[in-house]
């Protein structure tokens, strides 16, 4: 099976905007849904991740401390997929939580390497 990586961009603003109750209710839908993908052999590993960070930039290492500010988008997660094809993580990925709360998912393939 190959290996896919779910990115779940979110808006900042808009999740600042959720009520406790609303926040509660997402993060019970993502624990449902990782619960599922566990289950159907899918879901490798995934994560929550604080908004909050540190970049490194450049040949110089300029050290820049998060949320970054020209950003409106923030990564609030990711899930690690595996599957047979793109098509299927599609199909999962139209699944996850995050879009109903206006949120986007990004899956990019990760990388093979032949030796």
Wanted: proline share 3%; charged share 30%; hydrophobic share 35%.
């Amino acid at each position: 099976m190959k290996k896919f990586l779910l990115l779940l961009h979110e808006d900042a603003g808009q999740m600042s905007k959720l009520s406790p109750k609303e926040m509660e209710k997402l993060v019970e839908a993502h624990m449902e849904w990782a619960s599922k993908l566990g289950e159907s052999g899918h879901m490798l590993a995934g994560d929550g991740l604080q908004e909050t960070g540190i970049q490194i930039k450049g040949k110089e290492c300029i050290i820049k401390d998060g949320p970054y500010m020209e950003s409106k988008e923030m990564i609030g997660g990711y899930y690690l997929l595996q599957a047979d094809d793109m098509d299927t993580v599609v199909a999962i990925a139209k699944e996850c939580p995050c879009h109903l709360w206006g949120g986007t998912t990004e899956i990019r393939p990760i990388a093979t390497y032949e030796e």
